[in-house]
């Protein structure tokens, strides 16, 4: 039996607390973002629309960062409000240390220490 290449092998992956917060819409938005007065958290949006700007989630980032993947956050909290779920953006078109541009939206993305507490301006990313 050959040996698996190490280009082929899985890397392994520490799940990340993290916060993820909409800054702005992306300079192409495939969806712009929805006004706040017409979102209504937890219901499914219309897909012409995407998430209002300012829009924050906390969790588990469940998969390293990659350009044409979406984020991906088992999502804790929503708004400084508990809301459990599944967390995914559009697919990410360019990544930079403490950002993720989206084919709709700009994020700013923190990895948080185990306390919560005081945000890294690092990109959880490989």
Same mark, same amino acid.
């Given at each position: 039996?050959?040996?698996? *290449? @190490?280009?082929?092998?899985?890397?392994? %992956?520490?799940?990340?607390? +993290?916060?993820?917060?909409?800054? /702005? !819409?992306? @300079?192409?938005?495939?969806?712009?973002? #929805?006004?706040?007065?017409? %979102?209504? @958290?937890?219901?499914?949006?219309?897909?012409?629309? /995407?998430?209002?700007?300012? $829009? +924050?989630?906390?969790?588990?980032?469940? =998969?390293?960062?990659?350009?044409?993947?979406?984020?991906? #956050?088992?999502?804790? #909290?929503?708004?400084?409000?508990? =809301?459990?779920?599944? %967390? !995914?953006?559009?697919?990410? +078109?360019?990544?930079? *240390?403490?950002? +993720?541009?989206?084919?709709? /939206?700009? $994020?700013? #993305?923190?990895?948080?220490? @185990?306390?919560?507490? =005081?945000?890294?301006? /690092?990109?959880?990313? !490989?």
């Amino acid at each position: 039996m050959r040996p698996v *290449p @190490p280009s082929l092998r899985p890397r392994a %992956f520490a799940l990340s607390l +993290v916060t993820l917060r909409k800054v /702005s !819409e992306a @300079p192409d938005a495939v969806c712009p973002a #929805i006004s706040w007065g017409d %979102f209504t @958290p937890g219901q499914a949006q219309p897909d012409a629309w /995407s998430l209002p700007l300012e $829009y +924050v989630v906390m969790g588990l980032l469940l =998969a390293p960062l990659r350009v044409g993947e979406p984020v991906r #956050i088992l999502r804790l #909290i929503r708004n400084d409000v508990p =809301a459990a779920g599944l %967390f !995914e953006t559009s697919p990410a +078109v360019e990544l930079r *240390p403490g950002w +993720v541009l989206t084919r709709n /939206s700009l $994020y700013a #993305i923190r990895t948080l220490h @185990p306390s919560g507490s =005081a945000a890294r301006a /690092s990109t959880p990313h !490989e």
